[in-house]
Each structure stands twice: as C-alpha cells, then as structure tokens.
C-alpha cells in the first residue's frame, strides 16, 4: 500500500529552523514527485514546495523561497523540507504528498494543476516566541 508519513514538526521560536522528513513506503520515490503543503487555521491549504524525482527540479512559492530547502535520498526513500529563518506565519499543519509525476512541470504538483493522490497525515510546526 502506497503511504506517505511525515515527521518533524514541533515548537520553534522566530529565527529558528526545523527538518521536516516525509518518508514513502510501498513505493519508491524514482518517477514520483514529493510536495510538501501547509493549512493554517482559517486558512486554505497551500503548496509550498515540491520536487520532481526523476530530473531534481524543485518549485517554491515565494513566501518561502530563500529560507526553505526541499531535498531527497533515494537510498532513504525519504524527502526532507529543509526550513530556516522560520517566521510566525510559518505556524501550519505540514503535509507531504505523492503523485505519480513522470515528466512535466513541478509546478504543477504544487499549484493544484496536478495536484498529488497521495497523503500523509501531516505535521504542527508552531513558530512562536
């Protein structure tokens, strides 16, 4: 069975960085793309960066650009969400999601033009002083 499970969230004062890991199973990453979503209360749900396996192209909206880092290994399985210089506004329930993404834009996965068919259960990231 095809799953998705991230990990790594918690409590971080502004300025601060966490790892945000979103492990596959039941599948491996090698024609998947990976995209990691955010939902704030009150707030819809936003993609925030996304990875294509089979090329490496990454996409970040840009409230975040220059502060997050999306990465994976291959050998783990595994995608990460690098994030640093974390802003209150940053505080979400963090989602990784898959889609079978063989070619195209990584964009794409990300905007909800191809959105992912996969979902974990996701992870609180609290930026709070």
């Known amino acids: 069975q095809l799953q998705v499970a991230e990990s790594g969230g918690g409590l971080v004062q502004p300025g601060g960085s966490l790892r945000l890991s979103c492990a596959a199973s039941?599948?491996?990453?090698?024609?998947?793309?990976i995209g990691w979503f955010r939902q704030a209360p009150g707030k819809e749900r936003e993609g925030v960066s996304c990875?294509?396996?089979?090329?490496?192209?990454?996409y970040y909206t840009t409230s975040v650009k220059d502060r997050f880092t999306i990465s994976r290994d291959n050998a783990k399985n595994t995608v990460y969400l690098q994030m640093n210089s974390l802003k209150p506004e940053d505080t979400a329930v963090y989602y990784c999601?898959?889609?079978?993404?063989?070619?195209?834009?990584?964009?794409?996965?990300?905007?909800?033009?191809?959105?992912?068919?996969?979902w974990g259960n996701g992870t609180l990231v609290t930026v709070s002083s």
């Open positions: 999601a898959a889609r079978y993404f063989p070619r195209g834009l990584i964009q794409y996965l990300c905007d909800g033009t191809s959105p992912p068919r996969h």
């Open positions: 990875i294509m396996n089979v090329d490496g192209s990454t």
């Open positions: 039941g599948f491996t990453l090698d024609k998947y793309a």
